[in-house]
């Protein structure tokens, strides 16, 4: 794997005239708009990137963005990569190592989720403090490069506590409705069924989805701290169950966008 990053490194410096970011950042579905926010220098399709995998969804546009968004220089993943996909664990998590092989310092994800906690309603957004993995495989599992961390990396504090309060205070005093909790992963594409999200809430989710967890691992495994937040996009109360389509995902996600564009936006400039 070493050798493929220092390729696709090399390509992208190349392209870039060696652009040094600061900060990387993942956009989830329907999120994308915080490039609107980003003084754009450079914009490279995954598809042009030597080992970059490409994107097979149509509403996750597969590009690489580089630019200043609040003064900080930034790559942005407008589109990401899951495990549904067909890609492996170590694929879908490559965008991570390249961009920390650029320099970040820190990693920024968002995503669409559904709520399992009743209090957590849809449109309102939570944070993410802890994880459980339920995909089937750790992006870890290989043979561990001691170059890039360790064998066993601790998970005590995979989301950075500092951004997590920071967060809660920027939505507080902008009277956005803004939650924290524990992010269940899970491998899709099929959404869940009632018994699956009395389950996933039984467990101690308060969200779940389909993506983050690798991203935030291997960040983890290269000491990366993390900053997530979940836009809760579909009520998973078994309860009182609504059939959901990725339609209604994206459109509530869409209207949620500004209030959690703002709270990174706030908290990039204050890193
Ligand atoms: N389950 C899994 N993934 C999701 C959901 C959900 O309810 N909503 C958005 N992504």
Request: hydrophobic share 40%; with cysteine; net charge negative.
């Amino acid at each position: 794997m070493y050798q493929d990053i220092q390729e696709t490194v090399q390509y992208i410096k190349q392209r870039t005239t060696n652009f040094e970011p600061e900060i990387g950042i993942v956009l989830g579905t329907g999120l994308g708009g915080l490039v609107t926010d980003i003084e754009v220098e450079f914009g490279l399709m995954y598809s042009n990137i030597p080992n970059f995998p490409i994107s097979t969804l149509e509403f996750h546009s597969g590009k690489l963005i580089f630019g200043t968004l609040n003064g900080k220089k930034v790559i942005a993943m407008q589109g990401r990569l899951h495990y549904y996909e067909g890609y492996s664990m170590q694929q879908i998590t490559f965008p991570i190592r390249v961009m920390k092989a650029l320099g970040i310092q820190w990693l920024f994800v968002s995503n669409a989720a559904g709520s399992l906690n009743p209090a957590f309603k849809k449109g309102d957004l939570m944070v993410i403090n802890d994880h459980i993995n339920l995909q089937p495989e750790s992006p870890l599992r290989g043979r561990n490069d001691a170059n890039m961390g360790p064998r066993f990396p601790d998970m005590s504090a995979p989301y950075n506590k500092r951004l997590i309060e920071k967060a809660l205070e920027v939505a507080k005093a902008n009277d956005i409705t803004c939650h924290q909790g524990v992010y269940v992963s899970v491998t899709g594409p099929n959404l869940e069924t009632k018994a699956e999200y009395k389950y996933l809430r039984i467990i101690g989710g308060d969200a779940v989805g389909m993506s983050t967890v690798p991203e935030v691992i291997v960040a983890n495994h290269m000491s990366i701290p993390v900053f997530a937040i979940s836009v809760l996009t579909d009520e998973g109360f078994p309860e009182d169950l609504q059939p959901t389509s990725l339609e209604e995902i994206i459109e509530t996600a869409k209207n949620a966008e500004p209030k959690m564009t703002h709270i990174l936006s706030q908290l990039i400039s204050a890193i």
